[in-house]
Structure formats: structure tokens, C-alpha cells
């Protein structure tokens, strides 16, 4: 079983930072890909980035690229995502979530196992 807990969300102008962690816990194999997902009202979840942690391999998707960062602390067992130059359209409830790395494969951007309950980001234009 894994717990996921994210925190760090909040309010901010257009072109401003944030940074959002997610402490995991639990089992370590059941948690070797983690991922940022997030949905806007009336949008459907999309994913933001995933990390495999074993091999620090990411995966950004185009609308935040260059502007958004994942990182992990091992010692903390915490993901980070660090969104600079925010803009209106990355407001939405942001999600961390976790899944075993499947053999042979890279982490997948779809049916994660768990999930944090949110923490949500709001850009002001």
C-alpha cells in the first residue's frame, strides 16, 4: 500500500513560481514511477510529468516544458514539482500519484495505482 500527500498549492500571478511536494510512503517497489497529474474544471486529468525513480528518467508534456521541473529527495522519500512562469492556463487541481514500474518499460502516463488527495494552484492573469 502507498500513501501519497502532497502539499504547496496556492494562489499566484501569472509568471510566478510554486513548488508542490509529495511525501510518499509505503512500499518502495509500489511506488518506482511517480507522476504529476492535474485537471481544470470541466477538463478531463491530464498528466504532467512522470519520473522513474530508479533511473531519474522524465517525461514532460508539451504544455509545461521549460517551465516546470520534478525532482525527488530520496532521504525524505519526496517528489517536487517546481512550476515557474506560471500562466492562467496551468491553474487546476494538481495530483501526485504512484505506480510499480513496469518490467521492461518506461513509467506510463495513464492508470496510476494511487493517488494524493490534491492540493490545488490558482493563476491570477
Known amino acids: 500500500q502507498v500513501q501519497l500527500v502532497e502539499s504547496g498549492g496556492g494562489s499566484v500571478q501569472a509568471g510566478g513560481s510554486l513548488r508542490l511536494s509529495c511525501a510518499a510512503y509505503g512500499n518502495p517497489y509500489s511506488r518506482q514511477c511517480m507522476a504529476w497529474f492535474r485537471q481544470a474544471p470541466g477538463k478531463e486529468r491530464e498528466v504532467v510529468v512522470t519520473?522513474?525513480?530508479?533511473?531519474?528518467?522524465?517525461t514532460y508534456a508539451d504544455p509545461v516544458k521549460g517551465r516546470f521541473t520534478i525532482s525527488q529527495d530520496n532521504a525524505k522519500n519526496t517528489v517536487y514539482l517546481q512550476m515557474n512562469s506560471l500562466k492562467p492556463e496551468d491553474a487546476a487541481m494538481y495530483y501526485c500519484a504512484a505506480n510499480p514500474k513496469p518490467f521492461l518499460n518506461p513509467c506510463r502516463k495513464r492508470d496510476y495505482n494511487y493517488w494524493g488527495q490534491g492540493t490545488q494552484v490558482t493563476v491570477s492573469s
Open positions: 519520473l522513474d525513480t530508479d533511473s531519474d528518467i522524465t
